[in-house]
């Protein structure tokens, strides 16, 4: 499958930028073994730009605490993600056959798991709010116990190589249904 890659970057803080230390890895198609375009090589450097942003979006969001947005507020971002999955379906599962050998079949299959990944969790978030501070029953009459699910903070999702989207999106929806914001390792073999 002839595709040529366009050059990639670090998606850090809402743009796309350069890695620190400007090293890039080739992208070898593995039917081929020809090289058809790079990746940014990520290093500590990179990191702490990528953790402090995490953090900054954890707690502030165009003046709305990410953390502490609705369900409901935070499954619109998970759908429109799984709509638009869906229309780059074509261009997104030939990257994934350059990218990891996989047959087209199987790499448009798993867009379809992306999709249907994001439209699940989004769901999830959907329903949470409802289920805030659901009472847990306990042996002992003069305390009232609930149940309340808070996100964690920062979370770190590496991913392997043979599922690039679809796991990746295994790790992300949760953790931004969950309320929390994420840093994405993807592998270094297949991160196009
Ligand atoms: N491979 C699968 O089919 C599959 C399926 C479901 C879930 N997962 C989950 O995905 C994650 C990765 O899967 P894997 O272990 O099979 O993939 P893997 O062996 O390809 O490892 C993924 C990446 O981990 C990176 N890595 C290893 N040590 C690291 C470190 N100390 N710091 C940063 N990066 C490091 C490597 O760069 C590698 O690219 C695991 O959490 C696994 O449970 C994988
Ligand atoms: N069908 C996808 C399975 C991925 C890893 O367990």
């Known amino acids: 499958m002839a595709i040529q890659i366009t050059s990639r970057q670090l998606f850090i803080d809402g743009e796309w930028r350069e890695p620190v230390l400007k090293k890039w890895i080739p992208v070898?198609?593995?039917?081929?073994?020809?090289?058809?375009g790079d990746i940014p090589a990520a290093t500590a450097e990179d990191v702490e730009i990528a953790v402090d942003a995490a953090r900054r979006a954890f707690s502030w969001n165009?003046?709305?605490?990410?953390?502490?947005?609705?369900?409901?507020?935070r499954a619109k971002f998970l759908h429109a993600i799984s709509s638009m999955i869906l229309e780059r379906k074509s261009e997104l599962a030939k990257l994934e056959v350059v990218d990891t050998g996989?047959?087209?079949?199987?790499?448009?299959?798993?867009?379809?798991?992306?999709?249907?990944?994001?439209?699940?969790?989004?769901?999830?978030?959907?329903?949470l709010d409802a289920?805030?501070?659901?009472?847990?029953?306990?042996?002992?009459?003069?305390?009232?116990?609930?149940?309340?699910?808070?996100?964690i903070g920062v979370v770190a999702l590496i991913t392997p190589w043979n599922y690039p989207l679809l796991m990746a999106a295994w790790k992300i929806a949760p953790a931004l249904a969950a309320g929390c914001t994420a840093i994405l390792k993807p592998s270094e073999l297949a991160s196009v």
């Open 28 to 36: 070898i198609n593995p039917a081929t073994e020809e090289i058809v």
């Open 131 to 151: 289920k805030q501070k659901a009472p847990v029953s306990i042996p002992v009459q003069s305390f009232k116990t609930y149940d309340l699910k808070e996100p």
């Open 102 to 127: 996989k047959p087209l079949d199987e790499a448009a299959s798993d867009m379809d798991g992306v999709a249907s990944c994001f439209k699940y969790y989004a769901e999830l978030a959907e329903a």
């Open 62 to 73: 165009e003046g709305k605490y990410w953390a502490s947005t609705s369900g409901p507020f």
